[in-house]
């Protein structure tokens, strides 16, 4: 019984109205209507658990996405996250959460995952890791490229929140299902998975209807199409500063 999901998913349907988003889903029919799949998506802010998991929905399908623990131990997003059956990851220890979308996928479940591990702060696909793929290997499901564009706008890292304004566009596209197998290499396919995802975004950035006019920089646009975001270098360098941050807060 599904007691949690249908009501969020219904109180996200009317989160979209009241900010008006116009939302645009592409490629849906790449998710298979029945059976497991792997959704393999870029991550550009902290609303794409909801935008990502629109793809199944047009398919009548749930998500269960993977998502660090800590979000799980919060007081209001926890028995959420639990209620909707996603899958927690401790990333000092990732086995248990491994086997545990093995097991989702295996019985014929979507497992949502965010390759990137977190947000992209310069808005390309940084490197990703190899589990997703290494999921649809083990378990013979496809493995499903999505790009999520527009959501930077409203609540991102770095970037001040922003729910007021109104009409926004949003792009969903998803991608051609892949299909790795235990022979193949998974470092190989996860550098194709790669460059999908890359594609996928670059495309839904180049149609994106609310592109900024030649000269106007914004902070939620692509150095390398004008924007002032950061370089995917100096967003390397942003990401290593930050980790270093709460390293050190951990020790203390």
């Known amino acids: 019984m599904e007691i949690v999901y249908p009501p969020v998913i219904a109180a996200a349907r009317l989160m979209f109205r009241a900010l008006g988003l116009r939302i645009t889903v592409t490629g849906a029919e790449n998710v298979p209507s029945t059976g497991g799949a792997v959704l393999a998506s870029n991550h550009v802010s902290y609303l794409d658990f909801i935008f990502c998991g629109l793809a199944g929905v047009q398919r009548k399908r749930l998500t269960r996405f993977m998502a660090k623990h800590e979000v799980f131990a919060h007081p209001v997003a926890g028995p959420l996250m639990r209620g909707m059956h996603h899958i927690p990851v401790d990333r000092a220890a990732g086995s248990g959460s491994f086997r545990e979308a093995m097991k989702a996928l295996k019985q014929g479940e979507i497992v949502g995952v965010f390759p990137e591990a977190t947000i992209s702060r310069s808005f390309t696909v940084k490197e990703i890791k190899s589990g997703a793929v290494r999921l649809a290997m083990a378990t013979g499901t496809p493995l499903i490229p999505v790009a999520l564009w527009g ?4 609540f991102t890292k770095d970037l001040p929140r922003d729910f007021r304004t109104r009409g926004r566009a949003l792009t969903i596209a998803v991608g051609e299902p892949m299909h790795p197998t235990r022979a193949d290499d998974a470092d190989q396919v996860t550098v194709e998975l ?9 495309h839904a950035q180049k149609t994106y209807p609310d592109r900024p006019a030649p000269g106007q920089e914004v902070p939620w646009y692509p150095a390398h199409l004008g924007g002032s975001a950061p370089t995917p270098e100096a967003a390397r360098e942003l990401d290593r500063a930050e980790l270093a941050a709460r390293a050190a807060k951990r020790r203390r």
Do not use: P, S
């Not at 959501?151 to 409203?154: A, D, K, L, S, W």
């Open 151 to 154: 959501g930077q706008r409203i």
């Open 194 to 202: 790669h460059e999908r995802m890359q594609a996928l975004l670059e």
